[in-house]
């Protein structure tokens, strides 16, 4: 096992900077390549590294291909990128495999979208211990961005929500960030079916094929200074990418008073009265826990609040036909654990699940349409603004991980051996996508539960690919010419 170069590493793939609960994204463009490099030399000494745990704010920076380009990298090495790096989020191909047409469509986000969006260069990732301590911090950086060469294009606040026992929940009101996979060689030892290679997801290390994942490189000779290391494949070309990886930022909206609705108005009782109790039991469904993190495949009838944190658990022994679990639900799809063909219930299909794992970073945004963030309470809230999740995951391999998640499992209406559906919670149901038979199957017996036109429950408002550099990279970059 290698030993992970922490000093070198930038802190999001660590961490997730729980300690430091406020945080915005920022969005920059670059209008002057060398004001923007010089810049980038200053901000490569404050960014936070792995080794050392944040205590009052931290920076953490990565850049689009068109912001690596603007920055004046060469196209030489600008092509040793990955090839979906590269592309970007918004080809209209790539559209079709992210599910991202009707309400999705990038021509109508917010950012990052159709081409009279503002190109996105940078994205600042920026944390403090408070909502004051962040201003005052981002304010500092702000004040750089004109000699720096950088204009704002967007400023994403974020908006953390915890329950009483300082779980961290997301909009429709259930625990989130429990399902993540443990990175070999990182401090926290885990179970090892859910204990996954580092170059999976750090550039520089084996991953689960037991390869380097492909990294990009700079020629020697334009590494003069060395201020990178030697590739895998020799000393003539240099590792650009090496302690680095790629981030998957996704905005993503949450109609959570209809999804409240739908689920009130589905689980009704003969005379038209709500069941609160029926409509929290379905909501758990879609999703795979309880709104308390409890997983369905551990306490399928009742929440248990002893096993709310627990993620070491399976699928295919424990519930092969989704009786507990519905083979649909939310977590069910984004990470299937042992259900995987070709070998279900074996390390064969562990193996291969560890190959499409997502490192999950993302923050809430937005104000609960309830502080309570009970169903009823936000059933019955006047609520307006816009809330969600600033969805933001790290993989060395865009689209062996999220790309292959997103179309093969979450939009996939035959995914688990069914056929005509997509993920209850973030399935593409728009017109003409793959999921226009909105359904969705609660597995059981005698006869299984089949809830019909289940509208989109959320909607992409921007997002981009990035390339988030180690801190020798970014050194490197600052230093082109
Ligand atoms: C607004 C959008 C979303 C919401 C509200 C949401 C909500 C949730 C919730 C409540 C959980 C269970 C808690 C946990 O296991 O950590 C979860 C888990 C997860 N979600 Fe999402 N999610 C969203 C979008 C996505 C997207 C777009 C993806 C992937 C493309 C994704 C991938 C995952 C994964 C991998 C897990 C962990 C599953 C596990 O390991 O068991 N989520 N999500």
């Not at 590494?223 to 070309?237: I, V």
Request: hydrophobic fraction near 35%.
């Amino acid at each position: 096992m290698s030993t992970l170069e922490l000093q070198d590493i930038q802190g999001i793939i660590v961490r997730g900077y729980s300690n430091l609960e406020a945080a915005c994204f920022v969005l920059l463009s670059i209008q002057n390549a060398i004001a923007t490099r010089n810049w980038l030399g200053s901000l490569a000494d404050r960014l936070q590294n792995g080794h050392d745990r944040p205590s009052e704010t931290c920076l953490n920076l990565a850049f689009t291909y068109d912001g690596l380009k603007a920055l004046g990298l060469d196209q030489t090495t600008l092509e040793t990128f990955s090839t979906e790096f590269r592309e970007g989020m918004t080809q209209p191909y790539k559209s079709r495999v992210l599910g991202d047409h009707g309400d999705n469509a990038p021509v109508l986000w917010d950012w990052g979208g159709g081409v009279h969006s503002p190109p996105i260069h940078i994205l600042l990732m920026v944390y403090a211990t408070d909502e004051v301590t962040l201003t005052s911090f981002y304010d500092g950086l702000a004040e750089s961005f004109g000699s720096g060469g950088v204009a704002l294009i967007r400023k994403l606040d974020t908006f953390m929500l915890k329950d009483e026992q300082g779980g961290f929940r997301e909009h429709f009101g259930f625990r989130d960030a429990i399902g993540q996979p443990i990175v070999e060689g990182l401090s926290k030892a885990g179970a090892p079916d859910n204990t996954v290679k580092a170059g999976e997801f750090i550039l520089g290390y084996p991953n689960e094929y037991g390869l380097f994942t492909e990294s990009p490189t700079v020629s020697a000779e334009r590494d003069r200074q060395n201020l990178l290391p030697a590739g895998q494949k020799g000393a003539e070309a240099h590792d650009l990418g090496r302690n680095g990886s790629y981030v998957v930022f996704r905005q993503l909206g949450q109609k959570v008073q209809d999804f409240w609705q739908f689920l009130d108005g589905i689980t009704q009782q003969a005379d038209g009265t709500s069941n609160p109790e029926a409509r929290v039991q379905l909501a758990s469904k879609l999703v795979g826990r309880w709104p308390s993190g409890t997983p369905l495949v551990e306490a399928p009838d009742r929440d248990r609040s002893d096993v709310k944190d627990k993620n070491a658990f399976a699928y295919y022994h424990a519930d092969p036909h989704g009786f507990k679990c519905p083979m649909g639900a939310h977590i069910r799809r984004s990470n299937p654990r042992d259900s995987l063909d070709p070998q279900p219930g074996t390390q064969t299909s562990i193996a291969i699940n560890k190959t499409h794992r997502l490192l999950r970073r993302g923050r809430t945004y937005g104000t609960p349409v309830a502080d309570s963030l009970n169903p009823q309470d936000m059933l019955q809230a006047e609520a307006s603004g816009e809330r969600g999740l600033h969805f933001i995951c790290i993989g060395a391999n865009i689209a062996r991980q999220f790309e292959f998640v997103q179309q093969t499992w979450i939009n996939n209406p035959k995914f688990n051996g069914l056929y005509s559906e997509t993920d209850p919670l973030v399935g593409d149901r728009a017109p003409g996508g793959v999921g226009v038979a909105a359904d969705f199957t609660e597995q059981a017996q005698p006869v299984r539960k089949r809830v019909t036109g289940l509208p989109n429950f959320v909607v992409v408002r921007g997002g981009a690919y990035f390339f988030l550099p180690s801190i020798c990279a970014c050194r490197y970059l600052a230093s082109l010419s």
